[in-house]
């Protein structure tokens, strides 16, 4: 079950720590993810192929969404399909992201994923897997063993990292070990320092919190609750308040966030402000049965699947953004800017706009550039088509000088049956019935000549 598209490598490293900790004999070959269809329309349901073991018959994956802040894949071991009473066997984060290119995003940014999904599944056993694409930084930040130490502590179990072994990396024995070496932490280049300050009757985080006139510093959020995690799993049972949040009034903390929700469930409490009393919702997660990306993480599998194509970058609604893959060289990560200091001057043109999927047509040397969207805002994907000019400029005339590029809308949703507009490549709708567009990129027509 998984937000995301679920990589051959990434399914490789499951597998492999799937038969590891049962004990299973399994062999891990070729992998494939292939979608099931049935007379001709797809069942919203993959197999995946080139694993082998005795004690498993299938492995099917299905895309599934949740409520708040949902770890990127829940990993199942049954024999019927899952519904929101069955317990995982791993529930697992995936990010690229190594400390050399953000500190606060390989670590921080997803941790309170773990904090969230203990209130669901107390005894499941989490991982955060570094799918890494670039070389691991050889002198790993202080931030980043801080954030490792912190995750050891609470029993999440790293994989696709080197070294970890090292002493550095070993979980917190007490809350003063915790508190002395965030204090010997360099502070942030913005001179915003989160500290941990230790009272007699309460400890105190100090974090800004407000990102866009209210409570949504996804970073800090994730520092502040894992760090509360840790010191409730070290033994502390009084107060944890968070200050200098420059939260101005009660309006801006909202009423049900993800961290109104894990402050209720750590006890964690604002200065000058209160934390609204909430619970979790129900439902941790839910079957997806409207998302765009239904489209575009099909369209995407069945073209590596079936055809010479592939994908040079993704960026799937809901899931963590790619790197650029040039024809020659080093993955990229992609700039948000041409000129960021002209955007932070008040320049918004020099903001780049990226597709949500990137395909290359080795065969005819044609680059395509796709943007997702649901039916009913087809008109919308056509005009961001128009967007795409910076994106073609920076990274794919650069890369790919001698393909021609082209831009497609691939769409999920509806009952209709057919397509009228030219712009439109591939209609995935409800019924599972795969429709192309008449001027469909030809990579599309091959990997439908399949079916």
């Given at each position: 079950?998984?937000?995301?598209?679920?990589?051959?490598?990434?399914?490789?490293?499951?597998?492999?720590?799937?038969?590891?900790?049962?004990?299973?004999?399994?062999?891990?070959?070729?992998?494939?993810?292939?979608?099931?269809?049935?007379?001709?329309?797809?069942?919203?349901?993959?197999?995946?192929?080139?694993?082998?073991?005795?004690?498993?018959?299938?492995?099917?994956?299905?895309?599934?969404?949740?409520?708040?802040?949902?770890?990127?894949?829940?990993?199942?071991?049954?024999?019927?399909?899952?519904?929101?009473?069955?317990?995982?066997?791993?529930?697992?984060?995936?990010?690229?992201?190594?400390?050399?290119?953000?500190?606060?995003?390989?670590?921080?940014?997803?941790?309170?994923?773990?904090?969230?999904?203990?209130?669901?599944?107390?005894?499941?056993?989490?991982?955060?897997?570094?799918?890494?694409?670039?070389?691991?930084?050889?002198?790993?930040?202080?931030?980043?063993?801080?954030?490792?130490?912190?995750?050891?502590?609470?029993?999440?179990?790293?994989?696709?990292?080197?070294?970890?072994?090292?002493?550095?990396?070993?979980?917190?024995?007490?809350?003063?070990?915790?508190?002395?070496?965030?204090?010997?932490?360099?502070?942030?280049?913005?001179?915003?320092?989160?500290?941990?300050?230790?009272?007699?009757?309460?400890?105190?985080?100090?974090?800004?919190?407000?990102?866009?006139?209210?409570?949504?510093?996804?970073?800090?959020?994730?520092?502040?609750?894992?760090?509360?995690?840790?010191?409730?799993?070290?033994?502390?049972?009084?107060?944890?308040?968070?200050?200098?949040?420059?939260?101005?009034?009660?309006?801006?903390?909202?009423?049900?966030?993800?961290?109104?929700?894990?402050?209720?469930?750590?006890?964690?409490?604002?200065?000058?402000?209160?934390?609204?009393?909430?619970?979790?919702?129900?439902?941790?997660?839910?079957?997806?049965?409207?998302?765009?990306?239904?489209?575009?993480?099909?369209?995407?599998?069945?073209?590596?699947?079936?055809?010479?194509?592939?994908?040079?970058?993704?960026?799937?609604?809901?899931?963590?953004?790619?790197?650029?893959?040039?024809?020659?060289?080093?993955?990229?990560?992609?700039?948000?800017?041409?000129?960021?200091?002209?955007?932070?001057?008040?320049?918004?043109?020099?903001?780049?706009?990226?597709?949500?999927?990137?395909?290359?047509?080795?065969?005819?040397?044609?680059?395509?550039?796709?943007?997702?969207?649901?039916?009913?805002?087809?008109?919308?994907?056509?005009?961001e088509l128009a967007g795409y000019d910076a994106f073609d400029e920076l990274y794919i005339k650069k890369s790919y000088?001698?393909?021609?590029?082209?831009?497609?809308?691939?769409?999920?949703?509806?009952?209709?049956?057919?397509?009228?507009?030219?712009?439109?490549?591939?209609?995935?709708?409800?019924?599972?019935?795969?429709?192309?567009?008449?001027?469909?990129?030809?990579?599309?027509?091959?990997?439908?000549?399949?079916?």
């Open positions: 079950m998984t937000e995301e598209r679920l990589k051959k490598e990434v399914l490789a490293t499951i597998f492999q720590k799937f038969a590891k900790d049962y004990g299973f004999a399994a062999f891990v070959g070729s992998i494939q993810v292939l979608p099931i269809l049935e007379n001709t329309k797809f069942t919203f349901t993959y197999e995946v192929i080139g694993f082998r073991c005795n004690k498993v018959g299938k492995v099917f994956i299905k895309t599934i969404s949740g409520s708040s802040s949902l770890v990127d894949h829940l990993i199942f071991y049954q024999e019927k399909e899952p519904s929101i009473n069955d317990t995982p066997i791993y529930a697992i984060e995936e990010t690229k992201t190594d400390d050399k290119e953000s500190r606060n995003s390989g670590v921080y940014q997803r941790c309170s994923k773990f904090v969230f999904v203990q209130n669901y599944y107390p005894n499941v056993p989490k991982i955060m897997l570094y799918n890494l694409q670039v070389e691991q930084k050889k002198n790993p930040t202080d931030t980043y063993i801080f954030g490792t130490k912190m995750l050891k502590s609470l029993g999440v179990t790293i994989l696709g990292k080197k070294g970890l072994d090292d002493k550095r990396f070993n979980a917190f024995n007490s809350i003063e070990e915790f508190i002395e070496l965030k204090e010997k932490m360099n502070p942030t280049r913005n001179g915003q320092s989160v500290e941990i300050i230790k009272k007699k009757d309460r400890i105190e985080i100090t974090a800004k919190l407000l990102n866009g006139g209210r409570l949504a510093h996804d970073p800090n959020i994730g520092m502040t609750t894992i760090i509360a995690q840790t010191l409730r799993k070290l033994g502390w049972k009084d107060k944890i308040v968070v200050t200098k949040h420059q939260l101005p009034t009660q309006q801006s903390v909202g009423i049900k966030n993800k961290f109104i929700q894990l402050a209720n469930r750590l006890n964690i409490s604002l200065e000058k402000l209160s934390i609204p009393s909430t619970t979790f919702t129900n439902d941790y997660w839910r079957y997806e049965t409207e998302g765009e990306k239904l489209g575009t993480i099909f369209i995407h599998l069945v073209v590596e699947n079936f055809t010479q194509g592939y994908s040079i970058f993704e960026n799937h609604a809901g899931s963590e953004k790619g790197y650029f893959i040039p024809l020659k060289g080093e993955p990229i990560p992609l700039a948000k800017y041409k000129d960021r200091e002209k955007y932070k001057a008040g320049d918004k043109s020099q903001i780049v706009n990226i597709p949500d999927l990137v395909l290359v047509d080795l065969s005819n040397k044609i680059v395509i550039d796709v943007e997702g969207k649901q039916y009913q805002f087809r008109k919308n994907g056509i005009e000088p001698k393909f021609k590029v082209t831009r497609t809308v691939v769409l999920y949703g509806s009952e209709e049956e057919a397509i009228v507009e030219i712009e439109i490549g591939f209609l995935l709708n409800k019924n599972g019935q795969l429709i192309l567009g008449v001027k469909a990129p030809q990579l599309f027509k091959q990997q439908s000549k399949t079916y």
